[in-house]
Structures are given as C-alpha cells and as structure tokens.
C-alpha cells in the first residue's frame, strides 16, 4: 500500500498507513468519522496538530483501497468566568479555578471543528458511488475476461480439429504419389519423378506442421503439474536422446556437450523435457556444418530467479531479428539450408511462460547463438503434491 | 493345408483403405484379408450375425481398427468384443490420425493391444502395417514344427 495522491496538508505516509492498519484491526475501515482522533488511537497524538479531525472511506476490500479526509486542530481555549489567577482555597470541596483552568484546555486539545451531518452523509454517498463504479467495472471485466476464455477455447478446438482432419489428406497425397511413382515412374522421364518427389515430400512437410500446431495447441489445454524437477539429470538424459536422433544420419558427427551444476526447479517434468530437447535439437541441426561443434549448458541465480543459457558454435544468426525467432513458424534461414518448420521455439517460449519465464536468445551471424531462458525459482503457479506427480505419469503412460 | 486366419480391415475412408491394402500386399503376408466399412460390418463379421452368419468360426488373426467409424465406432466396438467370452481374447490393433491422450487411455482401458497413429510419410505408413501384419498375423511359411499350423481357431 501507499500514498497514491495526496492534497493540502496531511500526516506523513507511515503516519497513514499506520492508521489504516489500526482502523483494518478495529475492524472500522469501511467508513470511520472521528473529529478527535487521538482520544480513540492515541498515536495519532503524534501530528494532532495537521489532523485531529478525520473521515476515511473504503472503497475496496481486496485492493485495500482508501479516501481520507484530515481536518486540521483547532485549539480552543476556554476562559473561565473567574479569574484563573485567584487564590485557591484550599478547604475541601473547594473549587480550585486554576487547577480545573489546567484540566479544560487539555480537553479541548486535539479536536478539530467537527463534522456536520451533511458532510458525514456526502462522505457515505461519495462512498457508495465509488462503490457502484468499482462494482461495475469488475462485472464488465469479469464478463470480457468469460468471453475472451470462451473465443480461446472455441478457436483452439477449432484449430485442433482442422490440423487432426489435415492429417488425413496429406497422408493421402503422400501415400498416392508415391504408388503413382512405383506404378508410372519409369515411364514418366526424369522430370515427372521429379514433380512426384516435390509433391510427396510437400506433403509430409504439410504433415509435420500440422503435427507441430497439435502439438503447440495441446499445450494450451494441458495444466502444468509443477514439481521439482532435476534439471541436471534432464538435460543429460535429453541430450542422450536428441544425440540419438538427430546424429542418425552421420555417425561421424561428435558434439561436444558441457554444462555447469544445474538447480533443482519446480515445473511440470514433460513440459521441461520439451524445452531442452527443442533447445539441443536446435542447436545440433545448426552446428552440422561446424568442424568442432560444441553446445555449453550454464545456470545462474539472479533476482529470484534461475536463468539457464544453451550456447553453439554454429551458424548463428543476425541479431536484428532476434525477435522474431520465437514466433509460430517463424524460421531465419532457408528451407533449403536447416530443414524444420519453425514452430519449435514457439512450443519453448510458450511453456516457459506458462512457468512465469521468459525465453529470449543472443547470437551472431556465423558466430553461434545463445539462447535463454528463466525460470522462478518460487513460482505462484500450483504446487504438485506426490499423488498429482503419481497420476500425472499415470496418465502420460 | 495350414489354417490361416484372416486379418480384419475395419475402414471406412477409401483412401486410407486403398494405401492399407496396398501396404499389406508389399507385407506379403498370406492372409485373407476381409474389409468392412464400419462398425456395423465390422460386429457383423465378428460375431457372426447378418450377412456374415454362415462364416465358419473362428476369430481373425488379428483386427486393424480405425477409431473413427461410422455407424458404431472404433473404441464402441473394441468394448463389445473384449466383453464377448468368444471374441474377447482376439488381437486388435487400432490405427487412428487421433492422438488425442483421452482416446489413447480408453483404448488401453478396452484392452486393445496396440495403438498406431497413421504416419503422413508413407514409407512410415507401409513399415508400420508391415510390422503389424507380421507381428499379429501369421507368414505363409510357419516355423517347422509350430502347433499353429493345425490349430483351429
């Protein structure tokens, strides 16, 4: 909480949150009205002169949200009738002038000109109004918020369903050029079994992207199940596997791998696999061309948060369009050169995000990349608890 | 004469029936292959009943099954023959563009013993049906001395 706007004179901003808090405890911040503050909290005796008069609206539980008005003291003396100077007497039951003289004006300390019934109600009504237009504001967002959750919904059905009934006509394209050319392909001369590859291999790449916006819009629609998650021991299995893969084709091929100790974080185990493996793919389709190619791993703590880097030697790429690489589809480099549809650092910044990370990358035409991405090391996101891990691979078989 | 079960296609897009069919016939197997287009046909041939009463008896070698089927579909019919006692232990493979996890968990729930999803590539797609047909089925030439040759179904 603090001060947002403040007018004329006023106790400091402690002075006030300290009175906020104590109305809070009181129980008394909906709306409290006091022309002596500091006969009911004494602390206010502290700045009794800039506000002994106080009316404070709330206007808002959840965002504890506050008006107050301050009037300043007003310090009235009383004189007494008789002179205060005379002589007590002292006999008993005697009035003493001096002594009650003493008494009345402390009385009349710490007051300030008290409210009148109309300002009392304007400030009520002031409060009501706020009110109403808190509320409404709340119920319009609310139902933009249901809306906007309904259209995601809806489009990320649809887009699923397209991309699943695209599987099968590819598939069919791929399938009946490819008989076409077992059945015809002599007879067709060179340039025809030419055309017939195209198509066919058209068509699987039509299949790949369709298998890539499954997979990007299933994203949308899982919750995560967050855990901790050893990243070391990931990125080492992760590794094996994606050396597995891609390194098929060229057994001669070695890739250096290094990485620094990596922390244990808290995220949901599949979806992590998935980032780390798009990340090494990356940057092993990228270092083919380099005689000795190397990926390092590294982590770093900063700002309550673990920043974990993946850097190649390979191609690398201008720095200008740095921010374009994570978009869906989005590739910097030919078709021709780095086969892939683009959409793998799209599936990365995506899961980070859904952890409350950021993915970003640096790099350098012909001098490699850098790709990062954070992690919080306290997330807000919710908390796995053994069963959840339990039924979580349940039903990931 | 060995006694070779068929192999049950239960398809119900021509196309995809064609490259099955197709894929199949490069497996080389020799097995009867017996079509039906949906899932009505398909629980016809299964159980016996409708045009097929008069089949002689016996559970094919193994069923390939496509999940989206007209009429009763995929997962439907994998449900009525598991809880049939005579069909219940037949092998079923179902093959499906669907990854869709829900339909993965009740197709193993129901018992089927595998679960492809159709590749787009079709070198993929022949390999994968090969594998099947041989897994599932039985090759012309049975290992000498194997009992399958004269059991009956």
Redesign the interface.
């Known amino acids: 909480m603090c001060i947002r706007d403040s007018f004329g004179i006023t106790p400091s901003e402690p002075q006030v949150l300290d009175l906020l808090k104590w109305l809070r405890q009181a129980g008394n911040d909906e709306f409290f009205v006091s022309s002596r503050l500091s006969s009911h909290y004494p602390e206010a005796e502290d700045y009794a002169s800039k506000a002994s008069g106080v009316v404070v609206v709330g206007v808002s539980k959840l965002r504890s949200t506050y008006v107050l008005w301050f009037r300043q003291e007003q310090v009235q003396t009383v004189r007494w009738a008789g002179d205060p100077a005379k002589t007590a007497q002292t006999s008993l039951g005697a009035v003493h002038p001096r002594h009650s003289f003493s008494q009345w004006t402390e009385i009349v300390r710490g007051s300030s000109v008290p409210w009148l019934d109309e300002q009392i109600e304007a400030a009520h009504e002031f409060r009501g109004a706020i009110l109403e237009i808190v509320l409404g504001r709340a119920e319009e967002l609310a139902e933009m918020a249901a809306g906007l959750q309904l259209a995601n919904t809806e489009l990320e059905a649809f887009s699923y369903s397209i991309s699943h009934d695209l599987r099968a006509p590819f598939r069919h394209i791929s399938g009946f050029s490819r008989l076409l050319r077992e059945a015809e392909g002599e007879r067709m001369g060179e340039q025809g079994r030419h055309y017939l590859e195209v198509i066919e291999s058209s068509a699987r790449f039509a299949g790949q992207l369709v298998d890539g916006l499954l997979d990007f819009s299933r994203l949308a629609r899982t919750v995560p199940v967050m855990v901790p998650v050893d990243l070391a021991r990931l990125a080492d299995s992760e590794w094996q596997a994606v050396l597995a893969g891609e390194a098929q084709g060229d057994a001669h091929r070695r890739v250096e791998f290094s990485r620094t100790p990596l922390p244990t974080v808290v995220g949901d185990p599949q979806l992590l696999r998935q980032v780390l493996r798009n990340l090494f793919s990356n940057a092993v389709k990228y270092t083919a061309r380099q005689p000795a190619p190397f990926i390092r791993v590294e982590a770093t703590e900063r700002d309550g948060e673990y920043i974990v880097s993946i850097r190649d030697n390979g191609v690398g790429f201008d720095q200008q369009y740095a921010g374009k690489l994570f978009g869906v589809f989005q590739r910097l480099h030919r078709i021709e050169e780095f086969e892939g549809t683009g959409i793998g650092l799209a599936n990365v910044r995506r899961i980070v995000g859904r952890h409350g990370g950021r993915a970003w990358a640096e790099g350098e035409v012909g001098k490699g990349a850098t790709f990062f991405f954070s992690l919080p090391i306290a997330p807000n996101g919710e908390q796995g608890t053994d069963e959840r891990f339990e039924a979580h691979f349940d039903r990931r078989g | 004469m060995s006694a070779l079960k068929p192999i049950l296609i239960v398809e119900d897009?021509p196309?995809?029936l064609?490259?099955t069919l197709?894929a199949l016939e490069k497996s080389r197997l020799a097995n009867e292959v017996v079509i039906a287009r949906d899932g009505a046909e398909a629980a016809d041939y299964l159980f016996r009943r409708g045009e097929h009463a008069d089949r002689p008896p016996g559970n094919p070698a193994v069923v390939l099954l496509d999940l989206k089927l007209p009429k009763i579909d995929g997962l439907e019919l994998l449900q009525m023959v598991r809880t049939n006692e005579e069909t219940g232990r037949t092998p079923i493979v179902l093959l499906t563009?669907?990854?869709?996890?829900r339909d993965?968990?009740t197709g193993y729930k129901l018992g089927v013993n595998a679960y492809v999803v159709?590749?787009?590539?079709?070198?993929e797609?022949v390999q994968a049906i090969q594998d099947l047909g041989v897994f599932w089925a039985v090759l012309n030439e049975p290992p000498p001395g194997s009992a399958r040759v004269s059991r009956h179904g």
Request: hydrophobic residues 40%; aromatic residues 10%.
């Open positions: 897009n196309n995809d064609a490259l197709n563009s669907s990854r869709e996890e993965v968990i159709k590749p787009v590539e079709f070198a797609f």
